[in-house]
């Protein structure tokens, strides 16, 4: 057989069964997590600070309205103290349809928060014990390791940025610096912070652990951290695709669907992937 590893580089299997399941479960679950959440969003569409909410308190931080002007229906968005015209997209969307979120982006398309609930703690459930597995396996095989930067790959991490900014990609068997990072804070900050604030939302769990209410100063402030994180893993999505286009988007899927992975040929990168 000719020696094609030359040329393309060796075929390596570099993600396990364990790794990929669990990685197309969240990515399942968060997809319906954050459609479900914006129905639920949409039932009281305002994000306050501290413990208070409704009239009478000053502590909101974002507000989605719809106002009646002389020039019809509009879509208000206040962040902060600014003021913007997002109509069309939140406030007021479709046919005059006045909704926070509009239907495309909720699950269900409808208003029905009673619905959108179930299908939330449906898959909040799903994520928090696929993340628990994920975690126990990775402890006992070792993946974890593969996910915490070492003091050499911080070192490497202005050569890896500069890199990646010029777009040239290193197809080896381990994850480089800006990865470790990446799937780090998602699997170790984001995720657990998103379980958290999530599980102080339910009266439940304050009776039984009131002092994580306490510390994340509060109900609603714990309810704005649960929505940020939520906007921070759509942030990151967009990334993980991008540089999964960008690094070659047939070997990277062949990687997390199959584990196998072609790695750079001996001898320097390909720039064909
Ligand atoms: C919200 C959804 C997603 C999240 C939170 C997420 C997160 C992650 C994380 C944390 C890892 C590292 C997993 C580990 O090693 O244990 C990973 C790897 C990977 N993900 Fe995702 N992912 C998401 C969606 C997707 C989608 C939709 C695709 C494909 C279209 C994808 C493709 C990949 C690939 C190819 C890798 C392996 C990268 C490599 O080995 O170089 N991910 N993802």
Redesign the pocket.
């Known amino acids: 057989m000719p020696d094609t590893t030359r040329r393309h580089g060796a075929l390596i299997y570099?993600?396990r069964v364990l790794?990929r399941l669990?990685?197309w479960t969240?990515?399942v679950s968060?997809?319906f997590l954050m459609l479900t959440g914006l129905q639920i969003f949409n039932a009281h569409p305002v994000l306050y600070l501290g413990n208070e909410s409704g009239f009478g308190y000053d502590n909101a931080i974002l507000r989605i309205d719809a106002v009646e002007t002389a020039a019809g229906l509009r879509g208000v968005t206040t962040l902060g103290g600014l003021e913007f015209d997002t109509t069309g997209a939140l406030g007021v969307s479709g046919d005059d349809d006045v909704r926070a979120f509009p239907a495309w982006a909720t699950i269900p398309s409808t208003q029905s928060l009673a619905t959108g609930r179930v299908i939330h703690f449906f898959f909040a459930w799903l994520l928090v014990g696929t993340l628990a597995i994920?975690a126990t396996a990775?402890l006992i095989n070792g993946?974890l390791r593969?996910?915490i930067p070492t003091l050499a790959d911080l070192k490497s991490l202005p050569r890896d940025m500069a890199a990646h900014a010029r777009l040239r990609f290193h197809h080896t068997a381990r994850?480089n610096v800006l990865?470790k990072l990446a799937?780090a804070g998602?699997?170790f900050v984001l995720l657990p912070l998103m379980i958290l604030t999530g599980l102080s939302m339910s009266p439940s769990f304050n009776a039984t652990a009131p002092w994580l209410l306490d510390i994340f100063g509060g109900r609603q402030t714990a309810r704005t951290i649960h929505f940020a994180v939520m906007v921070l893993?759509v942030g990151?999505?967009l990334i993980?695709?991008a540089m999964?286009l960008a690094a070659g988007p047939l070997n990277?899927?062949r990687?997390?669907i199959t584990g196998w992975?072609r790695v750079d040929p001996e001898g320097g990168p390909r720039h064909d992937a």
């Open positions: 570099r993600q790794t669990t990685h969240w990515a968060l997809f994920w990775s993946h593969d996910l994850y990865q799937y998602v699997l893993l990151f999505f993980h695709m999964i990277e899927l990687s997390i992975y």
